[in-house]
């Protein structure tokens, strides 16, 4: 076998291996790979685990809501905590009607202990809600106190005043906002911030800011008896958080134990709010994916804030190489170390892709034909790296996930406001402006200028090949002559990316904006421009003093 054969063998297995090397890494930009999810999983607190500690602490609501969100994720193997939590709530009757034990509940009377209630249903009650306020008013906790004057407001925005008909849902939620922090159920921050509002509407400033905590607050406390209630706000860390949660558990009432469950298993409830809010279309799935894979994947999904992405050609390997090991230490590296994979993924695809491109190189019989005297050393290298370098550009643009979707959007809920003319006319600019530069137009802007700036270097590398040919002065201005297109392609491309643009956003193909589409032929113009002007025409000025002087 000659060594020509052997070299050319060599190449196509490295490009070969460094590329499935690349499809088989579980690392992407702006993706989480389920099997990493998985993977942070293992060895982590279950559902039922959390559950069964519940049941520990005596707090029966909590375990039943977390056991429903697990039933509405997906979560299997269920029916033993199932049945264990239906045995306790039947021993403990009493434990019901609040969702579990608290000491400084339980001399509070009820109609009935063993009937489940919501916060709102059990303090809608004048005579519990009574009870509790007495407990209240002896607190000596200034930011108790606080709150609790809350009740004496008199021209409320959002909620009837307390003492007017239809003011015992205000009343109610003040009470348990007291309840919480006299019960230190509250972040320190969160707790803080409401009372510094609550301050503010007592000393006589716009009551619309406390009032929309509270309605917020409401939101969980008609759906959640005391112990879920209790748990869940604890977990709450800004008003912002909240606003966010209960606009969610108000649009998902379907699947409020699953959410419940979520924001429960989580870290953080900020970042259960913020993942929603980024993806309010698929981040509930994700979510609830991650669940399944326990709380170690939960965790891991909400640090990376990214989507879960199921890759068909990672699968296809698998099955085609059933190493469960190979694909095990894969997954620990994108897992333990996600820079590193990544760097090794897009390395890999470089490198894998500069020997298939000299593979090809070595077949084409242009190379071959060419004679010896016309030849540049290093000048086919240096277009191969090139080409190498924007087969990966177009990788990263193109072909990692959801890189090249549009955000998706939230619906927001209905807020009034009345603008005045000027104000409306700067509100429709700036939606025009943010209609414009969305993702998928800086994302086509930043293609059509790597693209031109390809085709840039490939005439530069051209360019450098002429010059340094050894031929005559004369042939050289030949040969330049003969590149002239070659040179003006970046107006070519340009404008084919302005018609494809066109042609894309009329057939509604992809929201792609019309700056993208000007913004094509505006790189092919500057590109071409400084081509010609500060490169092309000094060589050629060069060539021809030498043709005139002689010098071969």
């Known amino acids: 076998m000659s ?56 707090k029966p609501g909590v375990a039943t809501m977390l056991l429903q969100g697990g039933e509405q994720c997906g979560l299997s193997n ?22 579990g034990f608290f000491t400084d509940l339980e001399t509070i009377e009820v109609a009935d202990p063993s009937q489940e209630a919501t916060v709102v249903q059990a303090m809608i009650a004048r005579r519990t809600r009574a009870a509790i306020l007495e407990r209240l008013q002896t607190s000596r906790r200034p930011g108790v106190q606080t709150l609790l004057q809350n009740r004496l407001l008199k021209h409320t925005e959002v909620f009837p005043p307390v003492d007017s008909p239809g003011g015992a849902a205000f009343d109610a939620v003040i009470i348990a906002t007291a309840m919480l922090s006299q019960g230190d159920y509250l972040n320190t921050g969160f707790r803080l911030d409401i009372e510094r509002i609550a301050s503010d509407a007592n000393r006589g400033h716009a009551t619309r800011a406390i009032e929309t905590v509270y309605l917020d607050i409401l939101t969980f406390a008609k759906t959640l008896n005391w112990a879920q209630f209790s748990g ?22 379907d699947r409020l134990p699953a959410l419940f469950a979520i924001c429960w298993m989580s870290p953080s409830n900020t970042s259960v709010s913020d993942y929603l809010t980024r993806f309010p279309e698929t981040g509930f799935e994700d979510l609830s994916f ?35 090991s190979l694909w095990s230490s894969l997954a620990m590296l994108s897992f333990r170390f996600p820079w590193i994979a990544l760097l090794t993924k897009y390395v890999a695809i470089l490198i894998g892709s500069f020997s298939l491109i000299r593979l090809i190189s070595e077949l084409l019989p242009r190379r071959r034909l060419t004679p010896l005297m016309f030849r540049v050393e290093g000048i086919a290298t240096l277009r191969q790296q090139i080409l190498a370098l924007g087969i990966l550009t177009l990788f990263i643009l193109l072909g990692e996930p959801f890189l090249a979707q549009r955000g998706q ?16 006319v700067a509100e429709k600019v700036d939606n025009m402006v943010g209609d414009k530069v969305d993702e998928m137009t800086l994302l086509a802007l930043v293609l059509f200028f790597l693209v031109q700036a390809a085709l ?13 040919q050894k031929g005559s002065s004369r042939l050289k ?62 060589v050629r000025r060069q060539i021809l003093i030498e043709a005139e002087a002689g010098i071969l």
């Open 409 to 424: 959007s939230e619906e927001t809920p209905l807020n009034w406001r009345f603008p005045t003319a000027p104000a409306a």
């Open 456 to 468: 840039y270097a490939l005439c530069i590398v051209k360019l450098k090949e002429i010059q340094k």
């Open 3 to 58: 060594p020509a054969i052997v070299q050319r063998i060599k190449l196509l297995a490295l490009g070969a291996a460094l590329l499935a090397l690349a499809a088989a890494l579980p690392i992407y930009l702006r993706a989480v790979d389920e099997q990493v999810v998985i993977l942070a999983g293992q060895h982590t607190k279950t559902l039922t685990a959390e559950a069964e500690n519940q049941l520990r602490l005596e």
């Open 232 to 253: 869940f706000m604890a977990g709450i860390e800004s008003s912002e958080s909240l606003r966010r949660l209960a606009h969610t558990f108000a649009e998902e009432k």
């Open 477 to 538: 201005l030949k040969l330049l002559d003969n590149e002239e297109n070659m040179f003006d392609s970046g107006l070519y491309v340009g404008l084919g990316g302005t018609v494809l643009s066109l042609l894309v956003l009329t057939l509604n193909l992809a929201q792609v904006g019309l700056m993208a589409a000007y913004a094509s032929t505006l790189f092919g113009i500057i590109f071409v421009s400084v081509l010609k002007i500060f490169h092309v025409r000094p």
């Open 290 to 324: 991650a669940l399944a894979s326990h709380q170690g994947g939960l965790e891991s999904l909400l640090k990376r804030q990214a989507r879960i992405h199921r890759s068909e050609a990672r699968q296809a390997l698998q099955r085609a190489i059933p190493l469960s």
């Open 78 to 99: 269920l029916e033993d905590a199932i049945a264990v939590q239906a045995a306790f709530r039947g021993k403990n009757p009493e434990f019901t009607f609040w969702g």
